[in-house]
């Protein structure tokens, strides 16, 4: 059955939605209080602010450092080195504890930083140590890390993936089929500010539903902290995304937004559209009618 989720970075819980998630500690490093009926986000190795504290800490390439502002990379953030032991020592406990105070664990960010990362000396020294390739290398080292959070993880365990199918494993270490004995359910984050063409998203979630041996749910970007109403997907864009990816076979969709005011804005605006909402009707599908009668419910709900 179709699951809609909200996704903020207030806890705010929006109604409409089947479960809420907040960003307990987002890529800024800032650790929020997590809240006993919400599902907690972890941004795991991206983290500014301990980057700032730890400069050596930060993942190394070729192509230099996994910071803000190294272009080579789409970082907006400091990514630590995923094979730091004092730091991940301190994130196990972090999600342990988290785990405890909420409802389970949405985690992003739990891989290496880039292609090309991270070459730093003690990582240098564990991939020769290994006898491995390096790509073979990277995923050892990301799915083992997995594994010791699985055991620490009492409640669900959500991994986000990148909207990368393909190159994920030569960009982050990742393999699917590793994280999908882990993961109850995979989130695939398909933020974007608009969604003009909404056939690159379909493809992307018909690629993912071929390959994901778990269910997977796709989060849509609709309104972040700071940003303008021109700088947002408009609301046809974000009811057209959804549909054309829930006939792909997903399981769920998440909203992200700063928090409750810009999610009911949006809601407001989708019951508003009824003639776009009966025409993706047509877009065949029990998900598509699924999703789109979710939508129909936000009726009662928001005046
Ligand atoms: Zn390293």
């Given at each position: 059955m179709m699951k809609f989720g909200s996704f903020t970075f207030q806890p705010q819980k929006p109604m409409g939605f089947d479960f809420h998630v907040f960003r307990v500690k987002p890529e800024t490093g800032l650790r929020l209080k997590p809240m006993q009926d919400m599902h907690s986000n972890i941004a795991v190795f991206a983290d500014t602010h301990t980057g700032k504290e730890h400069p050596d800490w930060i993942s190394q390439s070729p192509l230099g450092?996994?910071?803000?502002?190294?272009?080579?990379?789409?970082?907006?953030w400091s990514v630590i080195c995923a094979t730091q032991p004092e730091y991940r020592e301190d994130q196990l406990k972090y999600i342990a504890d988290v785990d405890r105070q909420s409802q389970g664990i949405w985690l992003n960010?739990?891989?290496?930083?880039?292609?090309?990362?991270?070459?730093c000396p003690r990582c240098q020294k564990l991939y020769k140590k290994s006898g491995l390739s390096w790509l073979e290398w990277r995923r050892k080292e990301v799915t083992d890390y997995i594994a010791q959070i699985r055991d620490v993880v009492k409640k669900d365990l959500v991994l986000s993936i990148q909207p990368?199918?393909?190159?994920s494993l030569e960009?982050?270490?990742?393999n699917f089929d590793d994280f999908a004995k882990y993961a109850d359910v995979f989130n695939v984050v398909m933020f974007?500010?608009?969604?003009?063409?909404p056939w690159y998203w379909e493809m992307l979630a018909r690629g993912f539903k071929k390959i994901l041996k778990k269910p997977f749910y796709i989060s849509l970007y609709v309104y972040g902290p700071?940003?303008?109403?021109?700088?947002v997907p408009t609301t046809q864009e974000l009811l057209t995304v959804t549909a054309r990816c829930a006939?792909?076979?997903?399981d769920g969709f998440l909203y992200l937004t700063d928090g409750e005011k810009e999610i009911v804005d949006f809601q407001k605006e989708a019951i508003e559209k009824r003639e776009l909402r009966e025409k993706l009707r047509?877009?065949?599908?029990k998900e598509v009618q699924e999703a789109l009668d979710k939508i129909a419910e936000w009726e009662k709900i928001v005046k």
């Open positions: 450092l996994a910071k803000f502002g190294n272009n080579n990379f789409n970082l907006y960010s739990q891989y290496f930083a880039e292609h090309g990362h991270c070459t990368d199918p393909v190159s960009r982050y270490g990742v974007s500010k608009n969604y003009a063409t700071g940003d303008a109403p021109q700088d006939r792909s076979g997903a047509t877009y065949g599908g």
